[in-house]
């Protein structure tokens, strides 16, 4: 069934509007809706066809890999946006060809190849519908705010629905009925939209409890760096300007400040970054002077990931992502973009920008409280300065505590850290971070626990310093003399004590090395070709297109009479006495092909008792043929007999 | 065949499934349809797209209109279907259909649908028939049987019939619609009733009223407009005449008196001569001399080869319908289920009854054309000239071309090939044979036979 007229062209334009590129959509529009005025058709065979639905293959192919080089994670929704434009010269092909219908075996290649096995009937289907589905498919994707969406789709609905409407009922009936739909429909959409967004908070509360790899979590437990550790898989790789061979880096990721339970919680809220040049640079804090520069590769986890950098990050360019967003404890997470991130980073290489103490900065829970209070009168922390405690402090750790990676659990004691405390006196990182911070906040000093990595590996085959799961490490964030710094108490040699219990492959490396060359290539190199290069793809997909077209020469250009249009010629115009052939063709009297009007009419003569009226068609077919093969003079006489009838 | 069983109750159960669905959901249903499962599936992520709501107003809409559509749905019409005496294969056969609403109800928006006989086929025919292509299909397609189900469904049907939208049925009218369909195979169409499809107010699902009504349509082979062979054949003594001829017995030619013989016909008893002698004398006639063709049909074809067998087909429904009836007689003779031969002309029955019989003819595939040997060695001394219609050039075909040859019957044999190459291949097997054999490319038979 054929879309109403106008149908096509506003569902078009409505895809526009919503897709932001209205001007294409008018100029298909126009085309499409032209193709209902105008009265040339081409006489389409059905490989002719073929090579249409083959633009649109190529078209779709070419689509799909522009978009995958460019922004792989949107890939399926630039796809999506791009539908009606793909499949365009399709619908074009069928609207302007004289049969307005497609065999269904044009979409098939395997079914056009089998065309001499073919013992079926031909189908024909007419794709307008099909269509005009897939406008409002891309339409869907503008993601409109209120209810212009459900509006205007329900609009579509009624308007292609008119056409198929039962006429046993008034038109009041089903009027009521469209609106009972529309009604229906618009109360659905609430609750559907109600239901998605409490499955969609069950399922981010079951990740935020259950899985422990989520980046945007706002907590830690003791044990999970632990965890990581035991992984060499690389997931950064980095390069500063100023690195020096054995010289490492704490890469900050994220911040916590209340202890609980041995988990470490932030409830500090993201705020949104705004993006420039085209959400490639993100200026995170103010600008400084002489600031040093860091880059860095890395890729999402589920579209996401919380950075990885050095203290006091001016800005980040180069880093292509849907959305950035910092807290007050300068954690920077983002989300959309490529699977392989690029960033560029300006740094001033100290926590200038961290918040100031707050109260949960000093919190120690109660149950932790006579284990620390025992050691800060052991250590004599109360009657000293600031940078004594430190110093008394990390050489406590250092001399009396060991790194281990074997988790011991609280034993015998009260809590896991009194165990380490008191007891094994043996942990790793975050055992040693966590005694640290609340030891610190136990004399009086603010401190915070923070996670990251270490980045200490050089790699002489990528030339830039690595960084492996197992280099996920926690520290402790110290507020002295005004300011943030970093503060690590893990002792130095947990680094080879790390490398030597998880060895790393070279094999592994080399093809993580290839993953990654791979990726930039896609991703920085294919990316920027393609916006330089980009247009020049074009012309061999139009040369693919010229050279169908040209095969497509032998395409016959037809009129077609049955369209409405100016004509010039009086004798194309249908005569009184058609008018009669066709309702007696209605009321079941055929003229076969061999018969001449006047034989039918004697034939069909029995059938008919009313002698008169046989007379009169008679005498309009006598004024019919006068017409057909004589001067043209007596159509008005004609007309006026067939309407007396 | 555990497996085979299982694919044939599951394509049996699709057929059904999509049957129900064919007549219940329109086309605007069904792409309702379509719509509302696309949405579901790539609306799901509701916050980068709005396409739920698409898909909550086509679930409404579906829903509205399935619970419109449960109006119960009852008419009393009187229906009469106007089919011509026979359709052709390939060509476009119009026929009306007459109905009276006995109501006092007009009936408006009414889709008639043509219900034909199941053509489902059971699982020995599913098992043992292979369809035409089935040799060249790849082992996916042969092993799921799936080609083959189709083909034997569409030759069961022989036509796909569309439906007919009715123009509004006032209350005590009748009113004729026409509609037209084309034919792909020959035989019987059997009508096993029409059913009325009523669509809900949106036009999405219909409610169905079905009558039964049975009719059949006979679809003749396609016909070619051949000239009869000139076979320079003379007319042959055949003793006794034609039995079951219109006019019973002999000829009308008077030859001489003799005495009865148990079985002669009391006919024939010269009553004049039994009232004056009291003997029992009968009136002997002259046998009849007349010409008599045979028409022999090689009906030996691989599954592969339908394509030519269906030509076969065509060329001696051709030559059936070409012979003159009136002054000679064809003998029809090919091998089925067992031997065949029919004989129609000069009133043994007209050549529609030998249409017929060429439009159910079925290809064999466990016998051969030597079957026909001894039909032929008692037939051969009567027949005047023979038409031999071969799908392939084998030692059979060439045996029964010597026995003709032998019986001094002039013979017009025409072998088939299937493509050029296949032709070039029958040339250089016949060229050894005495006969003048014709071959003929399927898809070119009226050119090569015309210029004959």
Redesign the interface.
Known sequence: ?KTPRFFLGTILLFWGWQAEILWIALILALILESARTMKTRFELAPSDFNKFVDISTVLLAGTIVVALTMEAQKAN?IL?KFLPLIFFPIIAAQEFSAKGRMDIKSFFLVARKKV??R???TREIDVS??YA?FC??SS?????KGSL??FS??LF?VW??WQ??????PLV??VL??L???????E??TA??AI??TI?NRIMSYYARYHTIDPFKTYTALGEIGDLKFSDEIVLRVSFDDYVPGKTYLLHSSTYNRFSASNWFAKSGFERIEGKNNNTFWQVNPSADNPLKMTQYFRLQKGKAVLSLPPGVMDISEMKAGECEKNAMQVIRIEDGPSLIKAVVSYTGSSVYDALPEPDDMFIPIKERPSLEATAQKLGLENKSEEEILKTIYAFFLSEFTYSLDLKGKGKSQTPLENFLFNTKSGHCEFFASATALLLRQAGIPARYATGFIAHEYSTLEGRLIVRLRDAHAWTKVFVNGQWRNFDTTPPSFLNLDSEKIPTYFLEDILSFFGFKLSQLRHETGAKLMETYGLWLTLPLGLILFLRLRKAGQIKRIKDISRPGKMKMRKEKPTGFYRIEEIL??????R?PYETYATWLKRISRHLDDKDMMDHFFLVLEQHNQWRFGKPEPLNTQKALANNW | MMKARFLYRSYFFFHSVSFWLKRHITSAGAMIMVIFILTAIFGLNMFKTTLYQAMTVSFSALCVSAALSLKPFRLKVRVKHILPPYATVGEKVSYSVEITNLTLKPQKGLILYEDTADPRPDLKTLLTKKEPYEHIRNAWDRKTLYYRWAWLVLKAGKASLKPIKLPDLLPGETIRVTSDFVPNYRGYIHFTGVTFARPDILGLFMRLFCIKKTEKLLVLPKRYSLEPPDLQSKRQYHPGGVNLASSIGNSDEFMSLRYYRPGDPMRNIHWRTFARTGELVIKEFEDEFFVRYALILDTFVSPEREAVFEEAVSIAASYVASIRSHDSILDLMFVGHKIYSFSSGRGLGGSEKMLEILSCVEPCQDKTILELRPALESGLKQISGAICVFTGWEKEHEEITRMIKEALVPAFIIVLAADASKKEDIIEKTRRSDQKIRVVQIGKVLEELSTL
Do not use: D, H
């Open positions: 069934m929704l999506l001499e096995m013992f079926y009937e519908y099909i589905f409002i498919m869907a994707l503008a993601n409109a969406y459900f789709v329900a609905f292609g629905l198929i409407r039962s006429r046993r009922v009936g089903w009925c469209m009972m739909v529309i009604l229906l429909g618009y659905g959409q559907v939209r998605g967004r969609s063709v209605q009321k079941g009297f055929p076969y």
